[in-house]
């Protein structure tokens, strides 16, 4: 069994950062591929980076340049820095853990275990 908690979340102005951070107990994170999902006021959930279990990293185009991925599996934890926020980036932010690979910025097949979320509003 694995628990994923995110933290980090909160109200930023427009151009601003955050970074997320989501921690894992009840396993090791060595052996898991980390994706962070969000979900928007009223649209669908959308996948927006993937951190494979050795560390190569994919971004939806959404985030891509603004976001980084890292994870660090001493603390038994994967970070979301996110720059340059926007109103758009309002969302709850999960992340998510499946065995091992990534498929693109996608975790690879099934989600096995997800966090309860944490909220980000991008507001001046």
């Known amino acids: 069994q694995l628990q994923l908690v995110e933290s980090g979340g909160g109200l930023v102005q427009p151009g601003g950062s955050l970074r997320l951070s989501c921690a894992a107990s009840g396993n090791t994170l060595e052996y898991f591929a980390i994706g962070w999902f969000r979900q928007a006021p009223g649209k669908e959930r959308e996948g927006i980076s993937c951190?494979?279990?050795?560390?190569?990293?994919e971004y939806a185009d959404a985030v891509k340049g603004r976001f980084t991925i890292s994870r660090n599996n001493a603390n038994n934890t994967v970070d979301l820095q996110m720059n340059g926020l926007k109103p758009e980036d309002t969302a709850v932010y999960y992340c998510?853990?499946?065995?091992?690979?990534?498929?693109?910025?996608?975790?690879?097949?099934?989600?096995?275990?997800w966090g309860q979320g944490t909220h980000v509003t991008v507001s001046s």
């Open positions: 951190i494979n279990y050795s560390g190569k990293a």
């Open positions: 998510a853990a499946v065995y091992y690979w990534c498929s693109g910025y996608l975790p690879r097949g099934q989600v096995d275990y």
